[in-house]
T-cell receptor, first 113, second 114 residues
Framework: GQQLNQSPQSMFIQEGEDVSMNCTSS?????WLWYKQDPGEGPVLLIA?????ELTSNGRLTAQFGITRKDSFLNISASIPSDVGIYFC?????????????FGKGTHLIIQP | GAGVSQSPSNKVTEKGKDVELRCDPI?????LYWYRQSLGQGLEFLIY????????KSGLPSDRFSAERTGGSVSTLTIQRTQQEDSAVYLC????????????FGQGTRLTVV
């Protein structure tokens, strides 16, 4: 099956810094999703991308669907304490439901005040 | 309901016992998914339902795992004769329909087998 590499595994940053994380896949994806998971909670969808080259923003978050269709990145600008959590990318090769999603192992974001 | 609801939030069970995990999807969502999340890992897909039917059960780790959905709503994931390696967070998600990739997750059930 497809492999999805998410990096970095963890990030220790200062409040106010910008953050960048990315995912790469071994195969072409048609959909990229980015989720955030707080401790003790389920993942919450942040941004969904459906088209190669697509750049989408959600507040301080910006995500892009790579033009090769094998990668995606998520940027967070001017980080704040509530950005702490684990960020997951997820990709899907073909159309269909969430059962076809492959998830990255997550980027653990830690913000030092 | 307003969101996906799972119960219990936490479950500690003895090895060899059976457990039932419940998921209440968002009202009107026809597709329901079960995932397993082990420590430091991504989400492992287990099974999905379209209505009350589960077209693909190949993601279930063993025959000790089963799931059902009734009335196109509530789903139950059952693990029989639990083993320590079953310890994980079990997440349920739902979407409006199967073709809708944007799934909404519940808070999960943290299962600990001792």
């Amino acid at each position: 099956g497809q492999q999805l590499n998410q990096s970095p595994q963890s990030m220790f940053i200062q409040e106010g810094e910008d953050v960048s994380m990315n995912c790469t896949s071994s195969s072409i994806f048609n959909t990229w999703l980015w989720y955030k998971q707080d401790p003790g909670e389920g993942p919450v969808l942040l941004i969904a991308l459906y088209k190669a080259g697509e750049l989408t923003s959600n507040g301080r978050l910006t995500a892009q669907f790579g033009i090769t269709r094998k990668d995606s990145f998520l940027n967070i600008s001017a980080s704040i304490p509530s950005d702490v959590g684990i960020y997951f990318c997820a990709g899907q090769e073909t159309g269909g439901g969430a059962d076809g999603l492959t998830f990255g192992k997550g980027t653990h974001l830690i913000i030092q005040p | 309901g307003a969101g996906v609801s799972q119960s219990p939030s936490n479950k500690v069970t003895e090895k060899g016992k059976d457990v039932e995990l419940r998921c209440d999807p968002i009202s009107g969502h026809t597709a329901l998914y079960w995932y397993r999340q082990s420590l430091g890992q991504g989400l492992e897909f287990l099974i999905y339902f379209q209505g009350n039917s589960a077209p693909d059960k190949s993601g279930l780790p063993s025959d000790r795992f089963s799931a059902e959905r009734t009335g196109g709503s509530v789903s139950t994931l059952t693990i029989q004769r639990t083993q320590q390696e079953d310890s994980a967070v079990y997440l349920c998600a739902s979407s409006r329909e199967w073709a809708d990739t944007e799934a909404f997750f519940g808070q999960g059930t943290r299962l600990t087998v001792v």
